[in-house]
C-alpha cells in the first residue's frame, strides 16, 4: 500500500456475490478445483461468508482458502470455519507492534494475533503467516518467526520483496535473498529438514527438528518457479491476469453469464501467458500490453 493510501473502487465496479459464484462456477467446469480468495482485504466484505459457503457448494471445487490480514479474523474465523473454508493465509511481516503499524498505515498487531488465535482454535486444515522480508525492516526477525514454529502449528512463509507498485531503485535497496534463513537456521544451531505440504504452493517446506509447525521460502526473484505456475487471477473489477507482475489484463465481467466467451477469454489469457516475468519483455510479440502491472499488490493479492 502507498503511503498515501489507495481510493476503493466503487461498489458498482466490484463484481457481486452473484458474478463471483457464476465465475467460479464457470472455472469450476474447466476443471478448476482450488478457489483463493484474496484481496485486498477480503474479510471487509460483509458477505464473505456467503462467498465461502456459496463457493464451496460449486459441484468440482473441493478446496478454498482466503488470504487475509487478519484484523478482522477473530470476529469471522468461526463462521469462515463453519461455511467451509478449509485454509488460511494471514500476512504477519512483523512482530513488533511499531513496525507493524507504520507497515499497514495504522495497524494493531494485537488483533492479528488474536486472530490467528480463533483461527488455530477453528482446526483449520492448514493456517499459513506471509512475511514478505524487506531490508532495514524485519529482516532482522527470521530467528524470531522460526521460533514461533515452535509451539505453534503453522507454516511460516519468507517470501522474497517483488517490484510491484515499487520503483526499480527502491525495490533494490530494499530486496533481501532468502539464503539468510538458512544462515540464521545455522548460526543458531536449528537442524531442519525438507517437508512436503498438501497444496499446489510455489514454496519449499522445512521443519525444524523438534518444532511443531514449519518454515517455508518463496523466491519468485532469486529462483523463479514461473514454469510450474498453475495460477490465475482475477481482480476485484473483473479483469483476468495470468501473470502476477505484467499489466496484461482481459476484462471478462461482461462474459460471465456467457460460458463460450468466457471460455474463449480465458484461453487468450492463457496463451498470452509469458514464459516467466523477465523473460516476457524479450517476447514483445506475445504481450498485449508491454509495462509492468499498474496495480499495486495490496490490489492484487498473493
Not at 484481496?39 to 459457503?53: A, F, K, Y
Not at 499497514?104 to 488483533?111: L, P, V
Not at 539468510?180 to 544451531?189: H, I, K, L, M, W
Request: glycine letters at 8%.
Amino acid at each position: 500500500m502507498p503511503k498515501e493510501g489507495l481510493p476503493f473502487f466503487p461498489t458498482d465496479k466490484v463484481l457481486s456475490q452473484d458474478e463471483i459464484v457464476q465465475l467460479i462456477q464457470n472455472f469450476a467446469e474447466m476443471g478448476v478445483s482450488k478457489v483463493r480468495i484474496t484481496g485486498g482485504e477480503p474479510l471487509l466484505r460483509t458477505d464473505v461468508v456467503d462467498i465461502v459457503r456459496r463457493i464451496k457448494s460449486v459441484d468440482g471445487v473441493n478446496d478454498v482458502s482466503i488470504t487475509t490480514n487478519g484484523l478482522f479474523l477473530r470476529k469471522k474465523a468461526k463462521a469462515l470455519k463453519e461455511a467451509g473454508l478449509d485454509r488460511l493465509n494471514i500476512s504477519l511481516d512483523t512482530f513488533k507492534p511499531d513496525v507493524y503499524k507504520k507497515i499497514t498505515r495504522g495497524g494493531n498487531i494485537n488483533q492479528v494475533l488474536d486472530g490467528i488465535a480463533a483461527a488455530a482454535e477453528c482446526h483449520f486444515k492448514k493456517i499459513k503467516l506471509n512475511i514478505v522480508l524487506i531490508k532495514g525492516q524485519n529482516d532482522d526477525e527470521v530467528l524470531d518467526f522460526l521460533h514461533y514454529t515452535k509451539d505453534h502449528d503453522v507454516n511460516v512463509r519468507f517470501i522474497e520483496f517483488m517490484p510491484i507498485g515499487n520503483s526499480l531503485r527502491t525495490w533494490q535497496k530494499e530486496y533481501v535473498g532468502l539464503k539468510n534463513v538458512f544462515e540464521t537456521c545455522d548460526e543458531n544451531g536449528l537442524k531442519y529438514h525438507p517437508i512436503e505440504l498438501s497444496g499446489n504452493g510455489p514454496s519449499d517446506n522445512y521443519q525444524i527438528e523438534g518444532y511443531e509447525g514449519s518454515f517455508g521460502l518463496i523466491h519468485p526473484i532469486s529462483s523463479k518457479f514461473c514454469e510450474n505456475c498453475n495460477r490465475l487471477r482475477i481482480t476485484a473489477d473483473g479483469y483476468v491476469k495470468a501473470c502476477l507482475y505484467w499489466n496484461e489484463e482481459i476484462d471478462i465481467r461482461k462474459a460471465i453469464p456467457d460460458k463460450q466467451e468466457f471460455r474463449r477469454l480465458i484461453q487468450k489469457a492463457l496463451d498470452n501467458k509469458p514464459l516467466n516475468h523477465e523473460m516476457a519483455m524479450a517476447e514483445t510479440d506475445r504481450i498485449i500490453d508491454k509495462a509492468p502491472t499498474w496495480r499495486h499488490m495490496s490490489q492484487i493479492g498473493g
